[in-house]
């Protein structure tokens, strides 16, 4: 719900008011369903295409939510368009929106977006920042939550103040163990784990060793990368540890590392993702004790993979203890 409101106010400029509510939204909803119908499509095509057909209510209910994610994005736009209209000038808005509507300097029209791009684009990065900054977060304090990791964290953020419950970011930039807690959950729980596919270009390329003519359909996922046990030895290890090594070691994995993929089509949010991911922790971790609750078996975090990961359990269980802070804690 929090992510889901975040980028609600930085796209539009308002929150989605998720938060404020006890049920989560229908949107949420439809995006569980959007990325299970779509993974299911994209690794079964000509099966996906036969069960399409069945009269299931329930199960054509599912598949219509790609249609409704856009009709989410179309309903969202026109009722930005209707409060603020398209001319910055007069709403003074900087939202994300503003900049998809409004041309650039020197740009020409055939340059701006059409009304249904715009919604569309507002229905990709809604979803695209809600699934993945929230799976990363359960999976980030369900690894503290059963880790001496976690008051190793605590005990190096206690120079850092809140505001408002909150830090500041630019205060956040040194902090070697949260650097390392975030990029060893990203290693192990990255939240798009599939492959990303990419195509040769045209007089194909040289490829370890190989020619891959062009237009010939490649990938390589993250998961698999990540887990290279010649540069991450004890793959399978929650071990922030191998983040605080020597700069060439770090380097040598960052070759891996890739959660956001790489290259020009790389994750466009991987910024906000890693702000928001910090300020959240930090917030967290200077408030509460966190414990893994015993409903929560190791089984129910095993990672589901519908192009988005999700916890096979369907649900992580903590307990958050209030810590006991001093006088002058903001907390």
């Given amino acids: 719900m929090l992510a889901f409101d975040i980028v609600g106010e930085l ?24 990325f299970v119908a779509m993974g299911m499509k994209s690794s079964f095509p000509w099966v996906f295409k036969i069960v399409s057909y069945f009269p299931l209510k329930r199960w054509q209910f599912m598949l219509g939510a790609p249609h409704r994610l856009i009709e989410y994005g179309h309903a969202a736009f026109e009722e930005y368009v209707a409060a603020h209209g398209r001319d910055p000038r007069f709403s003074k808005r900087k939202d994300l929106l503003t900049k998809m509507i409004v041309p650039l300097p020197k740009s020409t029209t055939d340059a701006l977006l059409t009304d249904e791009e715009i919604s569309t684009e507002i229905g990709n990065l809604v979803f695209a920042g809600t699934d993945t900054t929230s799976t990363t977060l359960t999976y ?40 390392a807690v975030i990029a060893e959950t990203l290693r192990l729980h990255p939240p798009a784990p599939a492959s990303l596919q990419r195509e040769t270009p045209v007089g194909g390329r040289e490829l370890g060793g190989y020619f891959v003519p062009a237009g010939t359909v490649v990938s390589m996922q993250c998961y698999t990368t990540q887990r290279n046990p010649d540069v991450f030895p004890n793959p399978d ?33 991987k910024n906000l993702a890693m702000m928001e991911l910090k300020l959240v922790v930090v917030s967290v971790v200077k408030k509460y004790s966190i414990t893994v609750a015993n409903s929560t078996k190791s089984s129910d975090m095993e990672m589901k993979d519908y192009f988005l990961a999700s916890p096979a359990g369907g649900r992580c269980s903590l307990i958050f203890d209030k810590l006991v802070h001093s006088s002058t804690d903001d907390g």
């Fill in 237 to 269: 290890v929650f071990d922030p540890a191998r983040w605080l090594a020597a700069p060439e070691r770090i380097d040598e994995m960052n070759i891996l590392q890739m959660p956001f993929s790489r290259g020009t089509r790389a994750c466009l949010g």
């Fill in 140 to 179: 980030l304090f369900w690894r503290l939550g059963q880790s001496e990791w976690q008051q190793r964290l605590r005990a190096e953020l206690t120079p850092v103040e809140l505001l408002d419950g909150v830090a500041a970011f630019q205060h956040l930039t040194e902090y070697k163990i949260l650097d």
């Fill in 11 to 34: 796209f539009l400029g308002k929150s989605f008011g998720a938060l404020d509510s006890d049920e989560p939204p229908a949107y949420i909803e439809d995006i569980d369903r959007y």
